[in-house]
Each structure stands twice: as structure tokens, then as C-alpha cells.
């Protein structure tokens, strides 16, 4: 039986001091606790993470542990960490942690140690990368690849992408990456545009191995290369990344070139995989391995450190204590970075795709909101879109702002005495700042505002934030982001008592995708899909494709 976390006194205690706090203001949270913007702060490896700015006080907090423990969190995530099937809905243990062990760790699952398969794979990586990045693996026509173009989508795609766009400035070899994921013809066709077949190599990345959209891509990604360069240069440009090995022999591509990983990693917790192989290519094996060192950091700090100080449970719960008990349906995530451009769009599927259930490991229902909704753009230009509502909106929308001393780029200001990073930094800080505490009707009447106007400009204040600073946007920082984000999915999905680590609910679409697809192009009037919905939407597409019935 799944723990209903709802039915146990630590809840219940929660639930009540949570009446008592819920109307309070950050105000007067910082006015009688002057410490807590000091204090209310955890080091998580290079990490330094302030979440003083939360609407709640130190009882609420000693509350939210006493509910983590009384799931099982520290239980739970041991027995992720060693290997046990906490995957329970497909019977597998979730072991993406082991894929950021040290050389020479050890850790033994069903009598076999898997540190040792995942550096042999990490080793191969790193030769064929060598090579790529050195000009010895040539194209068919003898010239140098310039190009790796990863063909994948979800998990196969979303991490290379982000940390592609993260690590720009890491890209050092003359070997540049390009990413198409759509079953939409536009991402092929406009990611090819302007390369050359002779120095492109194509990664076919996929888990499964039977994804439409990859296996469609790479077999017309397959076409424009042998129509180019005849069937014989398959062998030199081609090369997958799979856990199915028959599949990617039957496709064509030599097992030899494939690079595996296993089903204990789920496909939006691979990126740190095999399936990171356009990133190796682009920043070569020793940046990946200090991006794979980052993540391990933050697991070392999620296994060791009591909960009280454990960034990602903290950040997990306070998740949770927004959607659960204030009712918020979404989390707002703003880096002052626009390297961290993709960012948002990665937390989504690691979160959302991890805790959007509504049954608990046992098929029971939920006992509360799942699945926080997580969104966001950088900073500053999300400033100039969506913060008024952060600001002044009826929902309560709690956000975490990310940022780093050392700016990746930096140019001088208008006038040329200061710096545009200082800028954005300054702005990162504004924002937390005039969204936890506002401006007062007293304070803006005062500055002498039309008495009309003041409700209008009123800034409630009171809207939470965690601010997330880190030196500077290198790899072993950007794993320990993800890492964080990992771990607090897990805290939150072992209190709702869910199974974060399948993925029932894309199956069916994918499913009724395959049968409407016909029904679309077949030259007789289509059979009546049950709905009238459907049918009319079906027979307007047909009309104007003009396969008119
Ligand atoms: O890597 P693949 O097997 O091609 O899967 C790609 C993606 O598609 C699936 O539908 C899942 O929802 C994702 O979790 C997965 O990352």
C-alpha cells in the first residue's frame, strides 16, 4: 500500500501551521526574524542557494522535514541510489546516479557492477570524439567532419540541446552541433540547410529506438546523404546512441558504432548518457566529465547532508508546500542567463513528464496536486512580458531565479563606465527583491500620486522566490543545476507516493497518431472516428490537402 502522506500526523501538523502563516507577509516574516536572509540559505557544492524569500517561518520549514522523513524520503532515495527497482510500474531500478560515478567507485545491482559498463562506454565516447575533434574520422570523402547533427526528441534531445546552448563557450574543436527533434519536416529540412553531406555526421539518439519522429528524421536525414554521397557513406556518417542494439543493426548502422546505455536510465535523465554524445562531441570528453562531476556533487550532497540542510529537499518541499497547500499550479523558473536560454523547456519534461500522475505507486488516487507546471524565459526579457502578472496578478506563482557572478560575455554599458552583466545581475536582484516586498498604497501616495492612481500601482509583495547564484556557467556547474532539479522531482514525487519515473500518459496519442495518420491521406471518404469533433477537423484537413470526400 502507498502511504497517503495526507493521512499521517506530520501532514496534518503542516496543514494546520499552514492556516496560521498563510496570510502573514514576507513584511513582517523579515521584520521579526532579521536573520533569515542570512541563514535560510544552503551551500550545495558551488551552489549558494537563498530561500529566505518563501512565505513561511523556521516552524514551517522544521514542519516540511518532518514530512519528507515521515514519507521516506531518506528510505526512498537510498534505495534509488543502491540500485532498487523504485521504478515499480515498469519493474526497473533508476539509476541515473551511477552514470556520474567515479572511475573506480563500485556499485553492484543484481551481482553486477555498473560503474565499470558505464566508463567502458564513456571511454569509447571519448575516443570516437577524439577522433571526430582531431580530423582522423573522416567523411567518405576523406574530409573532416564539422557538423554533428543529433536526431532525436524528449529526453534525446531536450538535454543535449540546453547544455549545447549552456556551454557555447566550451565549443572549441571547429566541430559545431545542430538538433532536430520534430516530426515536422520544417526542423530537418531548416537544420540541413547549408551544410554539407561530406562533413556532417548524423547521431541517431534514441532510448527506445522505435520513436516515429527519430526513426522518420534519420531515414530521410539517411536519404540526403546517400543521394549525395551514395550508399556506401552510411558507415561514416552515421552512429546511434540506443539501448537497443537490434533495432539500430536492422536501421543499418553498425553496432560498432552505437554507444548503449541501459534501462535504468529514463530518457529525461540521460543527458549525462551516451545519449550526451553531441555534447562530447562539441566540448570533448574532458568537459563532459567535469559536467558529469557536477552532477555527482550535488548527488553526494542529496545522499549525505541531513534533510534540514539538503538543497533539493528543501527547494522539493517548499515546491510543495506552494501547490499543495496554497493551491499554486505553477513554478516559475528565470535564469539571468541567456546561454540558459532552453532551460525551462528541459526542467518540463524532467519535471512535469516525472510528476504529472494522478495514482500513486499502488494505483490509489492522489491525495493532492501533482506535477508543479513549470515555465519560464530569461531574464531580463521575461521582465518585459509576463513579470506583471508575477507582480501584480491574482495567482500566486513562485519562482526561482537563477544567476552567476562571472558573466559568460560582457560589453560595457551606454556611457561605458559599467558593466551589461552588472546590469542583469542588478535586475535578478530588483525583481526578488520589489516581488517579496512590494510598495505600499502608504508608500507610493506619499511620493505624491494621483489618489486615482495609487490602487493601480499598488505592489502587493508577498510573492516567493528562491534565488540559485553560482560562480559562473561552466560544465560542472550546470550538471550540479540539473542535479538539483533531479533530486527535488524525487523528494516531491516520494510524497505524493507516485512513480516518477515512468511515463504512461504519452502512449495513447502516440497510438491514435498511428491510425489517423491513413485516414488523412486514403483516397475513400474516412471512417467515422466516433467522435464529431474529430470527424469535422479530419474532413477540413482533407478538403484543403484536397483529398476532398
Ligand atoms: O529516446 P526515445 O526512446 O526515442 O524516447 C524519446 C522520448 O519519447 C517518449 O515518448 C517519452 O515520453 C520520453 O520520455 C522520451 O524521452
Redesign the pocket.
Known sequence: MSLDITATSAWQKLRAHHGLVSDRHLREFFAEDPERGRELTVTAADLYIDYSKHRMDREALRLLVEVARAAGVEERRDAMLRGDHVNTSENRAVLHTALRLPRGASLIVDGHNVVADVHAVLDRMGEFTDRLRSGQWRGATGKRITTVVNL???????GPVMAFRALRHYVDSGVTARFVSNIDPADLVGKLAGLDPATTLFIV???????L??LTNATAARRWLVDALGEDAVAGHFVAV???AERVAEFGIDPANMFGFWDWV???Y?VDSA?GLSLMCVIGREAFGEFLAGFHAIDRHFAERPLESNAPVLLGMIGLWYSSLFGADSRAVLPYSNDLGRFAAYLQ?LTM?SNGKSVRADGSPVSMPTGEIFWGEPGTNGQHAFYQLLHQGTRLVPADFIGFAEPTDDLATIDGAGSMHDVLMSNLFAQTKVLAFGKTAEEIAAEGTAPELVPHKVMPGNRPSTTILAPKITPSVLGQLIALYEHQVFVEGVVFGIDSFD?WG??LG?VQALELEPILTEPQAPARQGDSSTDTLVRWYRHRRGRLV
Open positions: 532525436g526528441i524528449g529526453g534525446s534531445d531536450l539518439a534514441s532510448k527506445t529506438f522505435t520513436t519522429e527519430t540506443s539501448t537497443n529514463g530518457g529525461r540521460s545519449v519534461q513528464e511515463q504519452v502512449e502516440k
